[in-house]
Nanobody
Framework: VQLQASGGGLVQAGGSLTLSCAASGLTLDYYAVTWFRQAPGKEREGVSCIKSGTDVTYYADFVKGRATISRDNAKNMVILRVNSVKAEDTAVYYC??????????????????WGKGTLVTVSS
């Protein structure tokens, strides 16, 4: 099983970023997928997630209204798009997947599979 996050790089403040989480060895449509990020000197935090089955989505307050998470099942990927990026969005972004099922927000689900991160740097 392998998850690979991609799409990071240098983005100008106010611009948009699109991150992709590609999977091999598992079908992402059957998993809840969460994007996390970790900024320098800070703890890792959940950014957004999409549940399995229902595709219900959740967003952390700091990206609510600016982000969209979606599935591309044909490519076995989950996409995160963030608009109006800010300097504080600078971080290493990770995707993770779990087959855990619960009625609560998937931002707090225990993750079973993790990908390597992709660095996003927002320039002001």
């Amino acid at each position: 099983v392998q998850l690979q996050a991609s799409g990071g790089g240098l983005v100008q403040a106010g611009g948009s970023l699109t991150l992709s989480c590609a999977a091999s060895g598992l079908t992402l449509d059957y998993y809840a997928v969460t994007w996390f990020r970790q900024a320098p000197g800070k703890e890792r935090e959940g950014v957004s997630c999409i549940k399995s089955g229902t595709d219900v989505t959740y967003y952390a307050d700091f990206v609510k209204g600016r982000a969209t998470i979606s599935r591309d099942n044909a490519k076995n990927m989950v996409i995160l798009r963030v608009n109006s990026v800010k300097a504080e969005d600078t971080a290493v972004y990770y995707c993770a997947a779990t087959d855990y099922v619960d009625s609560g927000p998937c931002l707090y689900f225990p993750m079973h599979h993790w990908g390597k991160g992709t660095l996003v740097t927002v320039s002001s």
